[in-house]
């Protein structure tokens, strides 16, 4: 896999160079020409001394609502409640890319005022409306000029304070820790336990999910994908030979994934977004919040487990209904991917999740799943595709504070906010351009730490202003944002910080251990997935769960692959080829356990340590069964004799 640096000034390439970048100002200027040939059009009326009905429709032309003006009377009421629906649908439109929602509103509301006028048009509509239309424009401006003074002045704090605090990011960095004496602790292995517990039961049930809505970030689709990375980077990181359940976790996410329950949004947004009623394939055009996430995730479990069952053909296949299915594999679920980004490298390169908006954190998942795809299979989509992708990042889809912005409409060029912040893109972009994600981590921490502060211990925390929210359930709290920073601190080895994380989430998160399970109630399912992820990260784990993966030796090496949850508790299973190094806790009742090997050298003589028998001759098939006395923290040790 090829990594591509870019410039350290490129994060603040947008903000030197000042204004829109070429492709987002092109898409502004049509957007201007268009309303001004529809203004015009809802002139003409007036201007050709047109009947009422012809003057309020073209009035509606102006602004949603307007039309009704001109109608009069009681009728002007419905100007500031079509305004309010008009918002709805905007909101229609960037919630589930309802696309057609503000034009038919917009349309609707300027036939329905034609078909009211009386005889004659109200004389002063066409002021009022031309007021209301210069007053929005006013407050519009007025508030984008605040905003881009705003991130001026945070650019030159930034410039300023980053070279000191990239120095201080090296400097906390964490040694890489050793793979070969990597152990979970009973805590993490109680956290773990809250992803293990919902991705064991069967493939139809969500027992402990959020069940809201499939469009925005509480989908089902990203508790799952978020779970499998968990789960990704304890197996590359501490269990690379244990299949058993933390293989099938693996795969049932994975299954569940395919259900049409998760993925049947894009039946309705292809109808309404892109007016598609016949080809519902969601690997198809565009739905990068899909295929990009979906394609980290399959790759990372592949290149953690040594399983490359998802690269068959048919291996990934969405079922529609009884007689249609869009039949997939990890390989064109890729393609998708680099399809689009070829589609779209002329433009914004960045392409859509919903139809029309673009938003710059979906993509980064995009880019990653082309790392673990380059990983696996060694092709260079990467190389190919991320100089442009780079730039097209920094001079569209950044704004005059360095930040990237939160999505961008790909057929107006507007931009919207979307809560993500240096901390959240960071751990993604370390995958492809570690030096941009070191100076994007050193940017969140220097501005994160004006929350630090101590508890009553005198033990460092975060205290967050305001009430926080959780996109992972739409509800207040800090759980969310404790936990990304959590995972942002491990990342880039500043234990610190991630020590103050954690802290902050164990007291003010509503810890829970019932059942022997780590959770906080006061977070959302997605919340908590990525407080377990946080925990058990050490630094650079998320890069090399996408980039690099266990040893090719390791892989190789003797695997534990029956073991009876959550009974046995697995915090280490490790191999440099041809032994097993396992530490076992128990889940439950203490007391004796059988587990099973796999991969040992089929016939040969092995001795065990912690384990009964203590010696044993592996099957023809490879395979041995032990039994362990599981009292607290066991050790087993499994050597080929020589």
């Not at 070279?163 to 793979?179: G, H, M």
């Not at 999505?407 to 919207?416: A, M, V, W």
């Not at 070191?438 to 502060?453: M, V």
């Not at 992972?472 to 942002?488: F, K, P, Q, R, V």
Request: charged content about 20%; aromatic content about 12%.
């Amino acid at each position: 896999m090829t990594t591509i640096e870019h410039s350290g000034e490129a994060l603040f390439s947008r903000k030197r160079a000042g204004g829109n970048g070429p492709v987002t100002s092109a898409r502004l200027r049509r957007t201007a020409m268009i309303y001004a040939a529809v203004w015009f059009a809802g002139l003409l009326p007036v201007l050709i001394g047109a009947s009422a009905g012809w003057q309020a429709f073209g009035l509606g032309l102006w602004m949603p609502g307007a039309g009704f003006a001109a109608v009069g009377g009681w009728a002007i009421l419905l100007f500031p409640l079509t305004i309010m629906l008009f918002v709805v649908s905007l909101i229609a439109w960037f919630w589930a890319g309802l696309v057609l929602a503000p034009v038919t509103v917009w349309a609707g509301a300027a036939l329905l005022a034609g078909a009211m006028a009386s005889e004659t048009a109200w004389p002063g509509a066409h002021v009022v409306v031309a007021l209301c239309m210069a007053g929005t424009a006013f407050y519009f401006r007025s508030r984008g000029e605040k905003r881009r003074e705003k991130d001026r002045q945070k650019f030159v704090a930034r410039t300023g304070f980053l070279p000191a605090s990239l120095a201080e990011v090296e400097a906390r960095t964490a040694a890489v820790p050793d793979a070969a004496a990597r152990e979970m602790s009973a805590d993490d292995l109680a956290a773990l336990r809250y992803v293990l517990d919902r991705a064991l039961q069967p493939v139809e049930e969500f027992n402990g999910f959020n069940i809201i809505d499939q469009f925005q970030p509480a989908a089902l689709r990203y508790q799952i994908n978020h779970m499998g990375f968990t789960l990704g980077i304890a197996q590359g990181s501490y269990t690379p030979n244990f299949t058993g359940y933390m293989g099938e976790a693996q795969r049932n996410l994975i299954s569940k994934y395919l259900l049409r329950k998760v993925w049947g949004y894009w039946v309705y947004e292809s109808c309404w977004g892109h007016l598609n009623f016949t080809n519902f394939d969601p690997a198809n055009r565009d739905n990068i919040m899909l295929t990009g996430w979906f394609g980290m995730h399959v790759g990372q479990y592949m290149l953690n487990s040594g399983d490359r069952r998802y690269a068959e053909k048919g291996s990934l296949t969405f079922k529609l209904n009884e007689r249609t299915a869009y039949v997939h594999d990890f390989h064109s679920i890729i393609g998708s991917v680099v399809q689009n980004y070829e589609h779209y490298q002329s433009q914004f390169c960045l392409f859509p999740c919903e139809p029309n908006w673009i938003y710059p954190i979906c993509n980064h998942y995009g880019m990653t799943s082309l790392v673990v795809h380059d990983s696996l299979f060694g092709t260079q989509h990467t190389a190919r595709f991320l100089p442009t992708w780079l730039d097209k990042l920094d001079t569209e889809f950044t704004d005059e504070s360095g930040s990237i912005i939160g999505l961008r409409s790909q057929h107006t060029g507007f931009e919207l906010p979307f809560p993500v912040g240096e901390a959240g893109y960071a751990n993604f972009a370390n995958c492809f351009s570690p030096e941009r994600a070191r100076r994007l981590w050193a940017i969140a921490r220097k501005e994160i730490e004006p929350a630090l502060t101590r508890d009553a211990e005198g033990r460092l925390r975060i205290s967050l202003p305001g009430k926080g929210i959780d996109a992972g359930n739409y509800s207040t709290g800090h759980t969310a944002a404790y936990s990304s920073i959590l995972a942002g601190a491990r990342e880039f080895g500043d234990n610190e910080l991630a020590d103050a994380a954690q802290r902050s989430l164990d007291l003010d998160c509503g810890l829970s251990t019932e059942g022997g399970v780590r959770a906080y109630l006061k977070g959302s399912n997605l919340a908590n997935t990525n407080a377990v992820m946080g925990r058990l990260m050490r630094t650079g784990d998320f890069r090399r769960s996408f980039v690099e993966g266990p040893s090719a030796a390791t892989l190789a090496g003797p695997v534990l692959a029956r073991a009876r949850y959550p009974d046995v508790l697995v915090a280490r299973a490790f191999s440099n080829g041809d032994d097993l190094d396992l530490v076992l806790h128990p889940g439950a009742v203490p007391g004796p356990q059988q587990i099973t090997l796999e991969r040992l050298r089929a016939g040969a003589d092995y001795l065990v340590e912690g384990a009964e028998p203590g010696r044993f001759t592996a099957s023809g098939e490879g395979k041995a069964a032990l039994t362990v006395d599981l009292t607290g923290r066991t050790r087993i040790i499994v050597k080929l004799t020589q």
